[in-house]
C-alpha cells in the first residue's frame, strides 16, 4: 500500500535513532527508535519500533513498544506484540491476546 | 475338504465386527458424565444481588451484581452489569462493568463497557469494546 505512492510517508528502518519533533501528513512506519512526538494519519509501529514520546494520529497500528502518550482518533490496534504504556486515548481500541497494556485508557467518545 | 477352511473364516468375521460397535457405544458415554461437574452458577437477567459472592467454579452473570465477587471464572454476559470489585483467574466481559478488577486472563467483548482499575496477567480487548481506567500487568 505505501509502496506504491511514498508521498507523505515516513519510513525509519530498524537500527535508525531519530530525535525530534516528526508531522507525518501520510503513514508512518518505523521500524527504529524515535524520540520526541511524532504525528501521522496512519501510524504502523512494527515489532522492532519504539517510540520514547507522543504518539498521535488517526489509525496506530503497534507491534512494537510505545511510551509515555499515544492519541488515535479512528482506531488503535495493539498487536500481540506490541507494549504500550502511558496514557492512552482511542475512539476505537483492539488488543490481541499477548499485547501489553500498562498505564491509563481514556476513550475520546464514551457515549457512542 | 477345500471347502470347510472357507466356511470357518467366514463364520469368524461377523463375530469380530459385532462386537466393535459395543465397545465404542461405552466409551462415547464417559466424557459426558465428566462435563457435569463444570456446571456454572447463573445469575439471571433482571436479578440484582447487593453483596458479597464466592465460588469456585464458574459463574454467569446476565443481570445486576452490587459488591465483591470472587470465583475461578467469570462471564458477564451482555445483559450482566456489575458494580464492584471481581477477583478470578478467568473473565469475560460482554456487559457493563464498574469497579476494580484482579483477573489473570481478561477478554473484553465488542459490546462491552468496562471502566475502573484493571490488573491481568493476559489481555485481550476485541474490537468495539469501550474500556478506560488503569492497567495494570502482572
Do not use: W
Request: hydrophobic residues 30%.
Amino acid at each position: 500500500m505505501a509502496e506504491a505512492n511514498q508521498q507523505g510517508c515516513l519510513f525509519v528502518g530498524e537500527g535508525v535513532v531519530l530525535k525530534g519533533n516528526f508531522e507525518v501528513p501520510d503513514i508512518a512506519s518505523i521500524s527504529g527508535i524515535v524520540e520526541g512526538e511524532l504525528t501521522a494519519k496512519q501510524v504502523i509501529i512494527e515489532a522492532t519500533g519504539i517510540v520514547r514520546g507522543k504518539l498521535s494520529g488517526e489509525s496506530i497500528d503497534i507491534r512494537g513498544e510505545v511510551n509515555e502518550y499515544i492519541s488515535s482518533t479512528r482506531s488503535l490496534i495493539i498487536r500481540s506484540t506490541g507494549k504500550v504504556s502511558g496514557s492512552i486515548n482511542y475512539s476505537e481500541i483492539e488488543i490481541e491476546k499477548g499485547g501489553h497494556l500498562h498505564g491509563e485508557l481514556h476513550n475520546l467518545n464514551p457515549h457512542s | 475338504m477345500q471347502e470347510q477352511p472357507d466356511n470357518f473364516s467366514q463364520s469368524d468375521m461377523p463375530e469380530e465386527v459385532d462386537s466393535e460397535p459395543v465397545e465404542q457405544n461405552f466409551r462415547s458415554e464417559a466424557p459426558v458424565r465428566s462435563s457435569i461437574n463444570s456446571k456454572p452458577s447463573i445469575l439471571s437477567e433482571g436479578f440484582t444481588f447487593e453483596g458479597t459472592i464466592v465460588s469456585d467454579g464458574v459463574l454467569n452473570i446476565s443481570g445486576t451484581v452490587r459488591g465483591t465477587v470472587t470465583a475461578k471464572s467469570i462471564l458477564i454476559d451482555s445483559t450482566g452489569q456489575v458494580d464492584g470489585e471481581l477477583n478470578t483467574e478467568n473473565l469475560v466481559i460482554k456487559g457493563n462493568l464498574k469497579g476494580d478488577v484482579n483477573c489473570d486472563d481478561l477478554n473484553v467483548g465488542p459490546l462491552a463497557h468496562v471502566t475502573g482499575n484493571i490488573n491481568y496477567k493476559y489481555i485481550h480487548i476485541q474490537r468495539g469494546g469501550k474500556i478506560s481506567g488503569k492497567f495494570n500487568k502482572n
